[in-house]
């Protein structure tokens, strides 16, 4: 019987949290999937992004590109997250505006057409323990034009409404699914994120349905140049209740974006390489620490977040995941260790053999310190470079 409980367990080895975005529409997609696999990931997380202009077409004309994907991804063993979205991103070309009724850029016949595309997808992958995310950064710019999905009780009633009727086809079409609910953008504590996550939940958006919450936790470089450590004061929901705080979070998306001739996302800030790879990698840890089930990197591709350089050569973001999925396979956090020092990290990770693996770092700058490990005092060099200490079982 297929067990799909795993993707809630907050507590599990951190490999098989580790997930990337990879996009269909690059050439080397299987190139993409292939490489994934090779660096540790477990998840692929893969945006159905459906053009208005086949809205109503056949499910081969929508979905013909995705069905490769799919195939692929499940031939390598590679768990499936799908989310959704709509060609909105050539607003770059021409601007779209939304429509009265509905609230969004979607007319209430697309919006229509829309969702029986998505049916029609959920029924002919039932059975296959799919996680099913909500609709990409709704709240963002993907939904509605009108800048106010985030603040404005109407405008999130409208994405609230069919990521809630999205989550009930989930559970009424497929019952092997999962169901992460809304994707939100942005560290879950930061700026307006605690304003419509709380409109949400009283528009009843974390209903019975939902058995994760989404987010794209990306650390801005205003705090203290985006590093990652950030979450341990933003990394949980403000401004709901204690239910629905307690629901376990995932990542399907986080990343640094780096500077290169094509400086685009760049509202997030820029970061060399060396910075972005280190960051990266802290920021998979102290998600695994705080207990999120999925842990999902932005992106496989060639872009400011890919983990690939032209052509198709893994970088050293790429590079220093895979040092982490080397190291800490069949790994599970178990706890922090107290450096007695607020800017030191070391991670204590337990195999199910007893075998122990210890993380460390300094969140910013560098330096030899003595901490005690296991009653034991012993000497770290501590970098923004996260080191592996292994330590064999003792029989």
């Given at each position: 019987m ?6 809630t ?27 994934a ?24 004309n929508i979905?013909?590109r ?7 991804a499940?031939e ?15 607003k ?21 057409l829309?969702?029986?595309?998505i049916?029609?997808f ?24 009108s800048g ?11 994405w ?19 169901y ?7 560290c ?11 409109i ?11 058995d ?8 801005e ?8 450590e ?17 629901l ?18 760049t509202?997030?800030?820029?970061w060399?390489i ?7 990698v802290?920021?998979a ?9 999925i842990?999902?990197?932005?992106d ?19 590079m ?10 069949g ?6 260790v ?5 800017n ?10 007893g075998?122990v693996?210890?993380v ?12 005690s ?7 770290l060099?501590f ?11 003792q029989?």
């Open positions: 297929l067990d799909t409980t795993r993707h367990h907050r507590r599990r080895p951190i490999v098989r949290k580790l997930g990337i975005a990879v996009w269909s529409w690059d050439e080397d997609w299987e190139r993409q999937l292939l490489t696999k090779s660096l540790g990931f477990s998840y692929i997380r893969l945006v159905l992004m459906i053009n208005r202009s086949d809205l109503g077409k056949s499910f081969d979905f013909d995705y069905e490769k994907v799919v195939a692929k499940q390598l063993e590679l768990d499936l997250i799908v989310s959704w979205s709509t060609d909105y991103l050539s770059l070309k021409q601007p779209y505006i939304d429509y009265q009724d509905t609230r969004c850029v979607l007319s209430t016949d697309q919006l229509a829309l969702k029986s595309a049916k029609s959920i029924k002919a992958h039932a059975g296959q323990g799919i996680v099913y995310e909500a609709f990409n950064e709704a709240m963002g710019d993907f939904w509605s034009s106010t999905a985030r603040t404005n009780p109407n405008d999130v009633h409208s609230v409404s069919f990521d809630r009727w999205l989550g009930a086809e989930v559970k009424k079409l497929d019952s092997t699914s999962t992460a609910t809304l994707c939100g953008t942005g879950p504590g930061d700026y307006l994120q605690p304003t419509y996550s709380g949400a939940e009283q528009q009843g958006l974390f209903d019975n349905n939902a994760l919450v989404s987010w794209h936790p990306y650390v470089a205003e705090y203290d140049d985006g590093r990652p950030h979450l341990l004061t933003s990394g949980q929901m403000r401004n709901v209740s204690v239910e629905t705080a307690d376990p979070m995932i990542s399907t998306e986080f990343g640094y974006s780096r500077f290169r001739d094509n400086e685009n996302y509202w997030q800030g820029l060399n060396d910075d972005a790879a280190n960051y990266t802290r920021q840890l102290l998600l695994d620490m705080l207990g999120w089930p842990i999902g990197v932005f496989m591709g060639y872009d400011n977040y890919g983990l690939l350089d032209w052509p198709a050569e893994v970088n050293k973001v790429g220093a995941l895979k040092e982490l999925s080397k190291n800490l396979a790994f599970s956090f178990e706890q922090r107290d450096c007695q020092n607020p030191l990290f070391c991670l204590k990770y337990v195999s199910f053999s075998d693996v210890f460390y770092w300094a969140a910013k700058y560098q330096g030899e310190a003595s901490i490990i296991d009653g034991r005092q012993v000497s060099l970098t923004e470079s996260p080191q592996y200490l292994r330590q064999q079982a029989d």
